[in-house]
């Protein structure tokens, strides 16, 4: 359809990312928000996240490896071991 573009919204942010660059393709417009906002180091580490992501995303797409497999073993791998900050004391 000429003169009109793919938009993603809504609950975006960077763990939708293969998803959203297997879908929509290079031409799109990913809107971020709360995603975003929300970060804990605030709005600018965010976008840099989403950007560098987004970029990762593209170039893995393009060597033709697949994000959800490879995705899926690094998670397997990853140990969540540190001392909470905001506990109920």
Known sequence: ???VIPV?????HVWRM???TEIFG???ALQFGGGTLGHPW???PSAAANRV???ACVQARNE???LAREACEVWKAIK???EPVDTID
């Open 26 to 28: 290079n031409d799109s």
């Open 18 to 20: 293969p998803a959203l």
């Open 53 to 55: 992501a987004l970029e």
């Open 64 to 66: 033709g490896r697949d």
């Open 1 to 3: 359809m000429p003169g």
């Open 80 to 82: 969540f071991e540190f």
């Open 8 to 12: 993603a919204s809504g609950g975006i």
């Open 42 to 44: 605030g709005n600018a």
